[in-house]
Every structure is written in C-alpha cells, then in structure tokens.
T-cell receptor, first 114, second 110 residues
Framework: EAGVAQSPRYKIIEKRQSVAFWCNPISGHATLYWYQQILGQGPKLLIQFQNNGVVDDSQLPKDRFSAERLKGVDSTLKIQPAKLEDSAVYLC????????????FGPGTRLTVT | AQSVTQPDIHITVSEGASLELRCNYSYGATPYLFWYVQSPGQGLQLLLKYFSGDTLVQGIKGFEAEFKRSQSSFNLRKPSVHWSDAAEYFCAVGDNDMRFGAGTRLTVKP
C-alpha cells in the first residue's frame, strides 16, 4: 500500500510570511496527525483528526496555526504569520483508527524561517 | 501527565556489539509503549510496540524491548548492531495523545 505522502519536502520562507503543508494519508486510515519536530527534539503533537473532526488540538498555537481535513482524507496545515521559532520538520502520520493503532509517518516537510 | 525520558542523547557502539537504549515513562494507566527509528531525512518507522501481555516484545530488524512496570521502563535492545542501525531512536507512550522522548542518536563504529 502507498505510504503517507507530504508536500512540499522543503520550504524556506521569511518571517511573517504564510506557508501551507499538505498531507495525504494512507487510504482507509481514519485518524490523521500533525507533529512538529524541532531539531534535537522528539515530535510534538499539534493536532489530531478523526475522519474530518478534531480530536485534540491542545498544543496547536491557534493564533497562527490552522489545520483542516476536508472530507476526512487529505489535510493541510497552515502557518500565518510564520515566526523564526517555527523552523522545524512537520510530520504527518495516519492510523487506522487512533487509539493504540500503529501510526504511519510521512517523510515530513522541513520548514526554514529566515 | 504522561511523559517520556530518554536519558542518553547520544550513544556510540562498535559494529557487532550489543545495544541497549533506555526509556523511562510516566503514565497514569497501563501504557501503550512504542519505539520508533528515524533515519536522516526520513519519517519515523515503528520498530515495536507493547500494549499488554508478554513483557518482552520482538520487533523488526532484530530489535526487542522489555516492559518493566516496577521500573517504569521500556528499554530497547539488540544483540548485535549493524552499521545500518545508525539512526535516531524515539521512545513514545500513550494512545491518542502520544508523547515522544527527545530521542537517542546511535552512532555505529566500524
């Protein structure tokens, strides 16, 4: 089966600009996650979707970050405006149905904010 | 609140030597525990997981881990390391709200 797809793989923007990342989960996976991985740290969950509803967005900086999952399939994560500290790898993962099911990770998008 | 500690930031072992990566967790109930590996420029790949039952779990690539409730630990082991095992290793705990440790970078010497 095809894995989790993410695009773009790399993005460089200036602070205060906006940026969007796209994720296509594994077909049939109901749960989709966005993680932020800052260099030297483990991934931090930003938001979790179950189908097209938000399960957990407690760690999402809602003043600048937004995410949606239209029709319960693809998802986009947006940052507007970006700050220097947003430089990180943004990982998308999906699983069959949340809970303890295995999460499959995409390759990530490396964002550099200058 | 759940949390994960990986005490070792960086470990170097010789090829063919045994490996143990440490993981300690804090979790209110019976935890779901995971080990993931991340190679440079790649996403995370699941090595193994523990939900319940036998406390010694086998994973892919010859890795195993042992759940010790009394020590709140879930250490990862491999009897003989290969050069291709060089990567970043992450321990994680939780189900819906998964928490990752900061990772341990493994270097393998020839």
């Amino acid at each position: 089966e095809a894995g989790v797809a993410q695009s773009p793989r790399y993005k460089i923007i200036e602070k205060r600009q906006s940026v969007a990342f796209w994720c296509n989960p594994i077909s049939g996976h109901a749960t989709l996650y966005w993680y932020q991985q800052i260099l030297g740290q483990g991934p931090k969950l930003l938001i979790q979707f179950q189908n097209n509803g938000v399960v957990d967005d407690s760690q999402l900086p809602k003043d600048r970050f937004s995410a949606e999952r239209l029709k319960g399939v693809d998802s986009t994560l947006k940052i507007q405006p970006a700050k220097l500290e947003d430089s990180a790898v943004y990982l998308c993962a999906s699983s069959r149905n949340g809970g303890g099911y295995e999460q499959y990770f995409g390759p990530g998008t490396r964002l550099t904010v200058t | 609140a759940q949390s994960v500690t990986q005490p070792d930031i960086h470990i170097t072992v010789s090829e063919g030597a045994s490996l143990e990566l440490r993981c300690n967790y804090s979790y209110g109930a019976t935890p779901y525990l995971f080990w993931y590996v991340q190679s440079p420029g790649q996403g995370l790949q699941l090595l193994l997981k523990y939900f319940s039952g036998d406390t010694l779990v086998q994973g892919i690539k010859g890795f195993e881990a042992e759940f010790k409730r009394s020590q709140s630990s879930f250490n990862l082991r491999k009897p003989s390391v290969h050069w291709s095992d060089a990567a970043e290793y992450f321990c994680a705990v939780g189900d819906n709200d998964m928490r990752f440790g900061a990772g341990t970078r493994l270097t393998v010497k020839p």
